[in-house]
């Protein structure tokens, strides 16, 4: 019996593209049956390093090591041959088969007529199910599940491979919270099981929550492998940024006039069961953050006042005066002003196969009109203004936006809508699936956004970053405004998480 305690150890690992260094003789280490979290800003190596590991790429320099045994993973099969499976943040289901025939696809089992056996393939699943610890139909159309359970199904075709170890990216970027509490429960019992994780994440409180050690890549680059109760946060993200920590999660009291003619005031709005009754008031220069558990009615208030959604009844009013907002492009007009940063920035913000400059200019088009052709040179100027002033990080404005990080993808959207000069910004989870150098990055614009004059309105699911920039918080619950607090008021985190339960 092998005494080796290593499930994956990688060292000196070098990889390039055109003679551009990712990875720097990088080293990793994954005990067996340990939860690692691997973590880093966009671009520190993090993906190019568990693509060799599964044998996506090959390294140009140095040595793989799998349960005491030195490899060569030249594709994914060999990854899978050796028990390695990737799970990825983008799903790979086909909404149109069941669960079972998603698990199986291509390895689907057959009968003695070389038929498909669906049956046997429900079967096989179910038992992985239940080892798994899960309940999940396996006739299921996988396009009838939430996305806790799709997630769920990932890791079921994982194991159907006999993982022994997974590689998890992101793997709670599209869950609410009681779907990441479920996932961390069956990560826990895959551990015990004596299977080997390693746990890509930007959120630090998961991290904290699930890894047993720590390693943080940077520019390509080691950085450390730690326990994680050895590391405190600030150090990790430190560690991450390269310097000390700005204080983006540190708030500061802001001066706002309550006594000024609100920029925007929502009167007892209606749609569906999803809104019934929500009130609130925004003014300028004030940054007020929406709190409320998944379903409460969040996302929901942003398309109705973005005219998306048509509202059923109730009031909106800009600087006084009531408004009817039919369409976005109604919300967009000047003597209204309100945009919306959406949630899903891949699919409602951006068209990832255009330009950052096409992105960017696509809602300015009618302003750079010149005798019906475009101001080609006026809008370069202002798209090169944007990515300078916000720090977007591309080579060229003629960047695919595909293949920028996604916190550069957000301040596309950001700069996007700022092109528009609005006066009321409504962003929609803001900071989701970015690094923490990244977040600091869109706090710090919001700040001074609302210190620039405008009333911006802050969704997030992380209370931190609502405590962090917020003037005052609302809180909704069932689609009603619940309490409206003054910043001030809440002391901790635990305070406004204990409002937003019980509201």
Known sequence: MSTNPYAVRMTG???????????????FSLLKGEVHALVGGNGAGKSTLMKILEGVYLADAGQIEVNGQVVRINSPEDARALGIAMIFQEFSLIPTLTVAQNIFLTREPRDRFRLLNDREAE???????????????????????????????EIAKALSHDASILIMDEPTASLTTQETEALFALVRRLQARGI????????????????????????GRLVITEEAARLPMRELIEHIIGGKMEQAFEWKE??????????????HLRRGRR??????????????????????GRTELARALFGIDPVESGEILVRGQPVTIRSPKTALNPDVGICLIPEDRRNQGLVLDHTVKDNLLLPLLKKL????????QKGNELVES?????????????????????????????????????????????????????????????????????GVMVI?????EILAVSDRVLVMRNGRSKMELARREIHTEQELHNVVQSA
């Open 13 to 27: 690992i070098v990889k390039g593209f055109n003679g551009i260094p990712v990875l720097r003789d990088v080293d």
């Open 123 to 153: 079967k096989r699943a179910s038992e992985i199910f239940k080892e798994m610890g899960v309940e999940i139909d396996p006739a299921t159309l996988v396009g009838n599940l939430s996305t806790g359970y799709w997630q769920l199904t």
């Open 196 to 219: 080997s994780i390693i746990y890509i994440s930007h959120r630090m409180e998961e991290i904290y929550q699930i890894a047993d050690r720590l390693t943080v890549l940077r520019d």
């Open 254 to 267: 802001r001066q706002v006039n309550y006594d000024s003619t609100p920029l925007l005031e929502v009167r």
């Open 275 to 296: 809104l019934q009754d929500v009130s609130f008031k925004l003014y300028p220069g004030e940054i007020l953050g929406l709190a409320g558990l998944m379903g409460s």
């Open 369 to 376: 009109d010149r005798f019906g052709l475009v101001d080609d």
């Open 386 to 454: 944007y990515v300078k002033s916000l720090r977007i990080k591309t080579d060229s404005i003629y960047k695919r936006a595909r293949f920028l990080s996604g916190g550069n993808q957000q301040k596309v959207v950001i700069a996007k809508w700022l092109a528009a000069d609005p006066d009321i910004l409504i962003m929609d989870e803001p900071t989701a699936g970015v690094d923490i150098g990244a977040k600091t990055e869109i706090l710090d614009i919001i700040r001074k956004l609302a210190d620039s004059g405008k």
């Open 460 to 464: 997030s699911s992380e209370l931190t």
